[in-house]
């Protein structure tokens, strides 16, 4: 699909104001233009407050909008993410063009730390309006998919999805620091709100799903630091039982992706009051951050590559 450049511009801030030693309230908002949509311009604001009644005891509630462009993650800057973006290029499912996801997510969250364990307990529930299907390999007229270079971008249709969430985080030995996170959700779908439903219909799907669904979701994360190498490593490993299929034919089920990454100091490199730092990290994961984004946004991937990424990091 020839195409002209993509200009993208955001801006974003935040803040936290303690109105005293037991409450604080969080505000903060992020304006993005894409000339790339019909409607450029998207304001994305979150609020939060948090209770402390007691020293070990934290309750938490957060309400916020989320809107996110097809192919954002393209043109996230260095200071959002850990490596430069990798340049893809990307393209509508059909005809019907780009259209952003636009999320609202509520949470209510305790978390409570007992004898060197942080116990948390969240129910949260989600709007997202145009749910986005993101589908690499998939081949373009008589273009074989190796022969393409870039994905496509979809939507889905409409969900709502209401669930709750338990995470246990405990530091295993003096640099070793792990967590364990299930959720259970119920998502009722709207599938005929899909502008793109005829073309997911003929090539992928499995990405139109049931009416009601139930998704179980198993994430666990590793990190560790070695004092005398200066070195960190993360591992990250998530299980769910409603991944989209490789084939775009098969019903949704049980599957992982994982997310390894080695952080290296440079001490000898070190000069000018800077600090040096290589990463190499392996993962077929595909999005930064599953942060109170929609549950479904890495579950629609198909066929997300595996990727090698390294590179040197130089802070001043």
């Known amino acids: 699909m020839p195409e ?3 200009n993208v511009g955001a801006v974003y801030a935040h803040d936290d104001w303690k109105l005293s030693d037991i409450i604080s309230i969080g505000y903060g908002a992020h304006y993005a233009h894409y000339d790339y949509l019909n409607e450029p311009a998207h304001f994305s604001p979150r609020l939060s407050a948090t209770i402390s009644p007691t020293e070990h005891t934290r309750i ?5 909008r989320q809107v996110a462009a ?19 290029t990307f393209a509508p499912l059909s005809r019907a063009g780009f259209r952003p996801e636009d999320t609202r997510h509520y949470e209510l969250a305790v978390e409570r730390v007992l004898d060197g364990v942080t116990l948390g307990v ?3 529930q989600q709007t997202t309006d145009e749910q986005m299907v993101t589908v690499f390999g998939l081949s373009a007229g008589d273009a074989i998919p ?13 969900v709502d999805v209401r669930g709750w969430g338990v995470t246990v985080t405990h530091a295993l030995a003096a640099h070793v620091r792990g967590a364990v996170a299930y959720s259970m959700a119920d998502a009722t779908w709207d599938n005929l709100k ?4 005829y073309r997911m219909a003929r090539s992928m799907p499995s990405a139109l799903r049931e009416d009601n669904e139930r998704i179980h979701d198993f994430t666990t994360s590793l990190e560790t630091e070695f004092p005398q190498s200066s070195t960190r490593l993360f591992l990250l490993y ?3 039982s409603a991944y989209i299929r490789g084939d775009g034919l098969t019903p949704p089920g049980l599957d992982g992706r994982w997310d390894v990454q080695v952080h290296q100091a440079l001490p000898f490199m070190r000069f000018t009051k800077s600090d040096w730092e290589m990463l190499i990290a392996v993962r077929n994961l595909f999005r930064e951050s599953f942060a109170e984004t929609s549950v479904y946004d890495e579950l629609l991937v198909a066929r997300p590559p595996k990727r090698l990424l390294g590179g040197i990091t130089v802070k001043f």
Do not use: M, W
């Open 4 to 6: 002209g450049a993509r």
């Open 60 to 64: 938490r509630a957060t309400a916020l």
């Open 70 to 88: 097809p192919g954002a993650e393209e043109f996230l800057p260095p200071s959002r993410t850990q490596v430069l973006p990798p340049q893809r």
């Open 122 to 124: 969240r129910a949260f």
């Open 146 to 158: 190796a022969e393409i270079g870039h994905y496509f971008v979809g939507s889905a249709g409409d």
């Open 194 to 197: 899909s502008s793109d439903r």
């Open 238 to 240: 998530k299980i769910n």
